[in-house]
């Protein structure tokens, strides 16, 4: 079924609790992602949905989760698996929110690139719900540090990047191990043939919810490409940031040496950029992201997996350093941008023939409009004529 409208959450029957967790966030009308999964899952039906970033789907999953907890039973109750940890910390942060107001459930975060060992206290602790990438929670359970055959949701959040990643073997021998459940609730912004494997194997009746990219939810975005030097791109940053004033921008590059190479050459110029990508320690990694998210840092530089899960709702612009390799990464990057019914920018760089063929290609896939624009003589940004 297509949801194109949200409902208020006063119409959903939720508990005062949740209502106060929710109220504490200034919002009062869902939207149409929650108003599509709330119910069905709060009848513990399996569900499937198909919907772009940015449209409150953590909300969709864990405001079924968090009513469905039993505060008085100490073993985990539901599960929660994300691709990356930048996304599982999120997830973990929101469901917090929601449980603020319902004394005795705990919930965890379980990743990779922290030790294991500060993870095994906070398990003993006995906590009800548990959030966590693959990888780590099939490790827990090797070391038998959690147990998982009391769950009764199981969730797959960004189900089609965690597959592409290479987690379908881990995946699968989770959901067998969690086979107790009463539902499993796939969200992906696509729906790819492993998804689809994924609902048929270990789904029954599902509730289908699929949320179009339509005028209503899809994000307001300028879209520009330019071209430049291979070693302009930092000077076409710096001028274009100058002459916008814009606050909160984010860089995206293809490779971890890109990041570090731009970062570097930004900061020569006396703009204030931190870089994330695989190869940087956790704890640094969650510093940069916390500044970036708390305003104090102007210029966030990231390769696309190290970017999963970072749900910042006021970013300005976007920048496309490399021009990504999948059509798929070019939706999720400018979405980053455009959010929250503000408009937003995007700005491709160009610096060789094959980005060319690949911006081109990009721009007839995905539908977008994507408007050449050079500097003129005073250094503004100007469409370019034929």
């Known amino acids: 079924m297509e949801f194109t409208e949200g409902v208020r959450f006063d119409s959903l029957n939720l508990s005062p609790e949740i209502m106060r967790a929710i109220a504490q966030r200034n919002i ?71 449980a603020a107001f319902k004394p005795g459930i705990r919930c965890v975060c379980l990743y990779g690139g922290q030790p294991i060992g500060r993870q095994i206290d906070t398990l003993k602790k006995r906590p009800q719900i548990v959030v966590a990438t693959p990888g ?68 029954r009746d599902a509730a289908e919810i699929t949320v179009r990219e339509d005028e209503q939810n899809k ?9 430049v030097s291979y070693n302009g791109k930092a000077d076409a940053i710096e001028k274009i940031l100058k002459e916008t004033g814009f606050d909160r921008c984010m ?16 900061q020569m110029r006396d703009i204030e950029a931190e870089c994330i990508h695989g190869d940087i320690p956790q704890r640094k990694r969650e510093q940069v992201m916390d500044r970036f998210r708390q305003g104090k840092l102007r210029v966030f530089v990231s390769t696309d997996v190290a ?5 910042v709702d006021d970013v300005d612009i976007v920048f496309n350093c490399d021009v990504p390799d999948e059509n798929q990464d070019y939706i ?7 959010r929250a019914k503000r408009q937003g920018v995007a700005v491709t760089l160009i610096a060789d023939y094959p980005s060319k063929m690949r911006i081109d290609d990009i721009a007839q896939k995905t539908r977008n409009e994507i408007v050449p624009v050079t500097f003129d003589d005073e250094g503004r940004l100007t469409p370019v004529t034929e």
Request: aromatic content about 6%; hydrophobic content about 40%; charged content about 25%.
């Open 28 to 98: 009062e009308v869902s939207t149409p992602v929650q108003a599509g999964c709330i119910p069905p899952m709060m009848n513990w039906q399996d569900v499937i949905a198909k919907a772009p970033t940015g449209t409150g789907k953590t909300f969709a999953y864990g405001i079924p989760i968090v009513e469905h907890i039993d505060p008085a039973n100490e073993s985990v109750q539901a599960v929660i698996l994300a691709p990356t940890r930048e996304l599982a910390i999120q997830i973990t942060d929101e469901v917090r929110d929601l």
């Open 136 to 203: 780590r929670l099939a490790d827990h359970m090797k070391r038998r540090t959690v147990r998982v055959d009391a769950v009764q949701t199981v969730v797959l959040d960004e189900a089609d990047r965690m597959l592409d990643m290479g987690f379908v073997r881990d995946v699968t021998h989770l959901l067998d191990r969690m086979n107790k459940r009463k539902n499993l609730g796939l969200f992906s912004a696509t729906i790819s043939r492993e998804v689809m494997d994924i609902a048929w194997v270990y789904q």
């Open 219 to 227: 994000p307001d975005i300028k879209q520009f490409r330019m071209d």
């Open 251 to 266: 860089v995206f590059c293809n490779t971890k040496g890109n990041t570090e190479r731009i970062t570097k050459f930004l």
């Open 307 to 311: 970017a999963r899960g970072i749900d």
């Open 332 to 338: 999720h990057r400018i979405g980053r941008t455009g």
